[in-house]
């Protein structure tokens, strides 16, 4: 049974271009989360999705941020218009439905680092 | 929102010497969790605690959760080089029904051979 997975590891874009990261949730999964993890910071929660529905996205960044993860393939995180300040290791987790008491084991991904020049 | 704070940020030990690793919470735990980063790489996963006094041991690595349920140490014995790396505890706040992590700064880990 495969792991998360996520592509690209390494992602460099100039300010202003795209980012796209994909992340393929273990088997199984149906439940997806993006964290973020700034220079010299700890990981920050970003979103959090099931097949085609955006549970909660209060860790978003307002502009520029989306996120889908749609009922077939993998879910995407996608940056537009990227600005130096983006430039972060983004995990992706994913966990089987969570337990109402709390339980919730997560499995990460091995991220992608987003250099932005 | 729920605070961790982990102590130290980062510790140097000589293999062989056993640490402690602290992450104290700004209100109470329902579920704590310890993982391991190394760089380029992805998280793993160690513990997670649940009850009050709850103590889990996997290989050389001991994690607790104090009674009150705002605190929990991880311990290592005998490090080796293969315990570096940045340990991380991460809490699911309450009310919370399991859809985002808090998690600490980190404690980086170093060991000495």
């Known amino acids: 049974n495969a792991g998360v997975m996520q592509n690209p590891r390494h992602l460099v874009r100039r300010r202003g271009q795209e980012a796209r990261l994909r992340c393929s949730p273990m088997k199984g999964h149906s439940h997806v989360y993006w964290y973020r993890q700034l220079p010299e910071e700890g990981l920050k929660f970003m979103v959090y999705?099931?097949?085609?529905?955006?549970?909660?996205e209060s860790g978003m960044p307002k502009e520029r941020f989306s996120a889908e993860f749609p009922k077939e393939g993998p879910s995407i995180l996608r940056i537009q218009q990227v600005v130096r300040g983006d430039s972060a290791a983004y995990f992706c987790?994913?966990?089987?439905?969570?337990?109402?008491?709390?339980?919730?084991?997560?499995?990460f991904g091995p991220g992608t680092r987003l250099t932005v020049l | 929102s729920q605070e961790l704070e982990q102590s130290p940020q980062s510790l140097i030990v000589q293999e062989g010497k056993n640490l402690t690793i602290n992450c104290t919470s700004s209100?109470?735990?329902?579920?704590l969790y310890w993982y391991k980063q190394k760089y380029g790489e992805g998280l793993i996963f160690l513990m997670m605690?649940?009850?009050?006094?709850e103590e889990k041991s996997h290989e050389k690595i001991t994690a607790k959760l104090d009674e009150k349920k705002q605190q929990s140490s991880l311990h290592i014995t005998a490090s080796q080089p293969s315990h570096a790396g940045i340990y991380l505890c991460g809490a699911v706040p309450p009310g919370n029904t399991g859809n985002q992590f808090y998690f600490g700064t980190g404690t980086s880990l170093t060991v000495i051979p």
């Open positions: 999705l099931q097949k085609e529905n955006i549970i909660d």
């Open positions: 987790a994913s966990s089987p439905q969570p337990d109402r008491l709390f339980y919730n084991e997560q499995f």
């Open positions: 605690l649940q009850k009050g006094g």
């Open positions: 209100k109470t735990l329902y579920g």
